[in-house]
């Protein structure tokens, strides 16, 4: 990966919809040659999608959540196709700590959250904490400050 390709990360990090003219331009390449270097990117999964960023809040699920959940290594097998099945939970990470997963959800109700939890329960303890606000919305690392120097 060279600095044209960082270039174009950054690029993308900011607007993954940038037209493809338009990135050619700002990395001095042809169209071609900048589409080649994209596809090259995704392939070597540097680039593993694009995606839309959604306001939970305004599609009617004003309840966003961290669960953290202990869950037993004998249990995983059943707890993953159970957790990424489920339509609330926009994320789950595998942690070291107290817990070994950590899930955000975003529900319409505090009373469907807690029969969420209900639910979870069956897998091991749970520990929650509702968000109030989020200063700092989800965001990719700055790209081209990691590949400074």
């Known amino acids: 990966m060279d600095q044209i390709d ?31 270097r994209i596809e090259k990117l995704e392939q070597d999964g540097v680039i593993s999608g694009y995606s ?3 306001n939970y809040k305004k599609l009617g699920f004003p309840i966003i959540a961290f669960i953290n959940l202990e869950v037993s290594p004998s249990q995983k097998a ?10 609330n939970v926009i994320e789950c990470s595998c ?6 997963m ?3 959800v975003a529900f319409d109700s505090t009373e469907k959250l807690d029969h969420f939890i ?18 700092q919305e989800p965001r990719s690392v700055l790209v081209e400050e990691l590949f400074e120097d």
């Open 78 to 87: 059943e707890f993953y196709p159970y957790i990424c099945a489920h339509p």
């Open 102 to 104: 950590i899930i955000k």
């Open 118 to 135: 209900g639910e979870l329960q069956t897998f091991g303890p749970t520990e929650t904490q509702i968000v109030f606000s989020t200063p």
């Open 52 to 54: 839309v960023k959604l």
């Open 6 to 36: 960082v270039k174009l990360l950054s690029l993308l990090e900011k607007n993954a919809r940038m037209p493809l003219k338009q990135l050619a331009e700002s990395v001095y390449l042809s169209s071609p040659a900048t589409a080649a």
């Open 95 to 100: 942690v070291t700590g107290d817990y070994s």
